[in-house]
C-alpha cells in the first residue's frame, strides 16, 4: 500500500478527514420553493453561505457541526443544521457576532438525514467550543447521536456514505 493510502480501510487518505455541508435543512428542501419561499430569511445571500435561516412552513434553523470520529485518529465533520425554536433565532443572530456567543448553547433537533444513521429530527444540543468557528453538537439524549458523537467508527461504516 502507498503512503497516500489508509491501512485500514485501503482508500485514499483525502477521503479521510472530511467536511460534508449540507446545504439546506431536509424540511427547506421539502418545500416546492425551498429557501426562494415567500417570507423566508437567510443570515447571508446563499444558503450555502448561511449560519441561520427561518423558512415559513418549515422552521428556524441553525448551522451546527457534527463532528464523527473515525478508527485510526481520522474524522469527518458534517456542517448540518439544527431546527430550533423561531424565538430562539433572533437571541441567537444577536450574538453570534458578539463577544456572548462563546456562551451559546442551542437546543433543537437535526435537520438533515445524516447517513448511515437515521438522525433526522433527532433532539440535539450544540454548544461553541471556538468563538471562530460554528457550533459543535455536544451531547443528546437519543442513544443513536449518543453513540455517533461518543464512539469511533471504522472507516467502512462511514465512507462509503459520504458523497463524492
Known sequence: MSVDTCPSCGRALDAHDRHVRF???????????????????LSHQ?????????????????????PVQLDGGYHVTFGA????????????FAVWWEPEYTN?????????????WSLLA???IAT?????????VTESPHPALAAVLT???????I???LPD
Open 122 to 124: 433527532t433532539p440535539a
Open 23 to 41: 446545504t439546506l435543512p431536509d424540511p427547506v428542501l421539502d418545500l416546492p420553493d425551498q429557501e426562494r419561499t415567500p417570507g423566508a430569511w
Open 81 to 92: 443544521w439544527l431546527g430550533i425554536h423561531p424565538a430562539e433565532l433572533q437571541p441567537t
Open 104 to 116: 451559546l448553547r442551542l437546543e433543537g433537533f437535526l435537520a438533515n438525514k445524516i447517513s448511515p
Open 128 to 136: 461553541v467550543r471556538n468563538p471562530d468557528e460554528t457550533p459543535y
Open 151 to 157: 464512539k469511533s467508527w471504522p472507516h467502512d461504516e
Open 46 to 66: 446563499t444558503p450555502r453561505e448561511s449560519v441561520m435561516m427561518q423558512v415559513p412552513g418549515a422552521g428556524a434553523f441553525v448551522r451546527v457541526l457534527l
Open 159 to 161: 465512507l462509503p456514505h
